[in-house]
């Protein structure tokens, strides 16, 4: 039962253009959402972030939405540029550091 | 630097070959974890340990152990491998001191074959 999903296994968007990879849960008891990023041969890296108390949260290009009656999050980079091409991974909590539940990753390509 | 370290990162062997694939933190961080990648199913937790001597089932630990006998170390133990643990292996750790940031820190990845 996967609790964390990520229907779209592949993204191409054009450089310069905005991102947009989204993710929805099951479980309403997750109270904190996380996006990792990750290039291969590498293990993934914290991207950003968002609580269950807010609906939006941004970093620079990066911006996580979160919808809660919908169950959904997704996330905003906004210009795309090549080195985000990546595999991205959205994460939920349900009330402890140690234990995420990961979706299963959505492989983003920005084009020249 | 603060890092998390992995060995070894590539590793072919044998049903039923023990092997040990070590986990090392230098950021004092009480929380480590390990998880398996595999295609269309993302990262799933295998073991966690919320400390020294503390450890816990995740998602799918048929088939792993785990110890905790010092703070920085969490090895992950495969008694008899078989061919359906062939996977991406990732090590993880973090902090409870902060009681809003949740991020975990991956090593580098193991990518086990099991032939």
């Known amino acids: 039962d996967q609790q964390v999903k990520q229907n779209s296994p592949s993204l191409s968007v054009q450089e310069g253009r905005i991102s947009i990879l989204n993710c929805d849960y099951t479980?309403?008891?997750?109270?904190?959402f996380l996006w990792y990023k990750k290039y291969p041969a590498e293990g993934p890296t914290f991207l950003i972030s968002?609580?269950?108390?807010?609906d939006k949260n941004e970093d620079g290009r990066f911006t996580v939405f979160l919808n809660k009656s919908a169950k959904h999050l997704s996330l905003h980079i906004v210009p795309s540029q090549p080195g985000d091409s990546a595999v991205y991974f959205c994460a939920a909590s349900a009330g402890g550091a140690q234990k995420l539940v990961f979706g299963q990753g959505t492989r983003l390509t920005i084009n020249p | 630097e603060a890092q998390v370290t992995q060995n070894p990162r590539y590793l072919i062997t044998v049903t039923g070959k023990k092997l040990t694939v070590t986990c090392s933190q230098n950021m004092n961080h009480e929380y480590m974890s390990w998880y398996r990648q595999d295609p269309g199913l993302g990262l799933r937790q295998i073991y966690y340990s919320m400390n020294v001597e503390v450890t816990d089932k995740g998602d799918v630990p048929e088939g792993y152990k785990v110890s905790r006998k010092e703070k920085r170390n969490f090895p992950l133990i495969l008694e008899s491998p078989s061919p359906n643990q062939t996977s991406l292996y990732f090590c993880a750790s973090t902090t409870n001191r902060d009681a809003f940031s949740y991020e975990q820190y991956f090593g580098p990845g193991t990518r086990l074959t099991v032939t």
């Open positions: 968002i609580s269950s108390i807010k």
């Open positions: 479980n309403s008891m997750f109270d904190y």
